[in-house]
């Protein structure tokens, strides 16, 4: 008996598969990452191949075989053309779909992730703001930060990770290890070993990380940096994510 299911799912991969199939791997609002093989898809007047783009986010029917998932149909609800022109952004769109693979398991639904993918991608197809080149950058790092906080990985902004003092509007140290900031004084008392397993994060760089935690919004209005403070979290972001590969 085959089982049929609904849901919104974003298309992360798809790759040859058999002689006239293809497998994708989709993240799903409903029932998390799936990988799932379409049937047919080789054959020159497949419909469903032009629907299973990465990027694409659909509305798709899964069917539960024995054994082997199968993507039933595929609705195209949006592409992100513009998104899809600009390579700069489809760079970091690809970027985010190799971590959202590599970070979670299959069929662990968590509707937040796809929510916090589908407004990434979102960011990413309009226009440019102010910024143009770097502005896909920041982007993938507050979507990279927000990622890792939903699955269990937010770092405290607020006290020092080790004498748990409320931190002083001032510089302090992100210890990339434990995933939290350390006041000066606990960071000078750890004497110099290890250096690489700290970055020094300016009291700019910290509200800027507070108000990636706290909200839901990528660039825009509400959220404005300068080029140096998203320096500062493009590299926090990216060391983050590399000490828990
Ligand atoms: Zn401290």
Known sequence: MERNYLSKAIVLKRQDYREH???VIFYTQ???KLKLVARGTKKPKSKLAGHIEPLNLVDLMIIRGRGQDYVGSVIIKEAYLNLKENLNNLHWAFLGANLLMRFTEEESEEISLFNLFSNYLKALDRPPLDFSKEEGEIIFSIFTLRMMALIGY?????????????LKPENHYFDLLSGGMLCSNCYFARTAKNQAQYLNISEAGIKFLRFIFDNNSFLGKKLKVSKKIAKEI???ASSFVAYRL
């Open 21 to 23: 199939d293809s497998l």
């Open 30 to 32: 409903n029932y998390g």
């Open 154 to 166: 937010e770092p405290q902004t607020r006290t020092c990770l080790q004498c748990q003092q409320k």
């Open 234 to 236: 493009n590299v926090l």
